[in-house]
């Protein structure tokens, strides 16, 4: 079974100041893995993903994110908070066919100027 | 080209009635999926349709979920007998090829589905 813990369902920066979502993994297999932002009344979209090549992955709008095997993390960072980064983050797994997502409960990030 | 689209965007109806929700992915994908997300709750996994056939429909509560997509581009999310706990915002995705290898998903904005 697949499934992604996210800890902390809120966090809040400051802009300008380091960003970082936690995303835990559980597998069976070796997973896909992904970062979507959700704006408000918008859908989804790809941050980046993770597919088995590089372990460190750099995403859009200055996101990246590290896949860690020991540690089963794939934890979300961006080095400056921006105001427009304010939004709701979703880390999801699959497996290698892409056909089911599993998502996590999501991390809501508010960026105070 | 346009996005995945969903109408409506939103949807209000009382609790033992019928509802179609409708979807159109983006033009030549093969693959489609529905998500249901609740509120404070990530996408959760309903059906996967590759082509005009349901490849996965395991994620689908109960029988009173139903989708079709008779030829292999719009699809439709039927709810028979709503119930409240249906309330959600019903996620539509597609992507270029399903299957044995991995393709991105394009969500649509979803449509809000409120039982009273």
């Known amino acids: 079974a697949q499934s992604v813990t996210q800890l902390g369902s809120h966090v809040s920066v400051s802009e300008g100041a380091l960003v970082l979502l936690r995303c835990n993994y559980s597998?069976?297999?070796?997973?896909?893995l992904f970062w979507y932002v959700q704006y408000p009344n918008q859908g989804l979209q790809l941050l980046l993903k993770?597919?088995?090549?590089?372990?460190l992955v750099k995403g859009i709008n200055g996101f990246e994110a590290e896949f860690k095997k020991s540690e089963t993390s794939f934890h979300l960072t961006k080095p400056s908070a921006h105001m427009s980064d304010a939004a709701e983050y979703f880390c999801?797994?699959?497996?290698?066919?892409?056909?089911?997502?599993?998502f996590g409960t999501g991390t809501s990030l508010t960026v105070i100027p | 080209g346009a996005g995945v689209s969903q109408t409506p965007s939103n949807k209000v109806t009382e609790k033992g009635k019928y509802v179609e929700l409708r979807c159109d992915p983006i033009?030549?994908?093969?693959?489609l999926y529905w998500y249901r997300q609740s509120l404070g709750q990530g996408p959760e996994f309903l059906i996967y349709f590759q082509g005009t056939g349901a490849a996965d429909d395991s994620g689908l509560p109960n029988d009173r979920f139903f989708a079709v997509r008779p030829e292999g581009s719009v699809s439709t999310l039927k709810i028979q007998r709503t119930e409240r706990g249906d309330s959600a915002v019903y996620l539509c995705?597609?992507?270029?090829?399903?299957?044995?290898?991995?393709?991105?998903?394009?969500f649509g904005p979803g449509t809000r589905l409120t039982v009273l």
């Open positions: 999801a797994v699959s497996d290698s066919t892409g056909n089911q997502f599993y």
């Open positions: 597998s069976s297999v070796p997973p896909y």
């Open positions: 995705a597609s992507s270029s090829r399903g299957g044995r290898s991995y393709n991105e998903q394009f």
């Open positions: 033009s030549g994908h093969t693959a």
């Open positions: 993770y597919t088995s090549a590089a372990t």
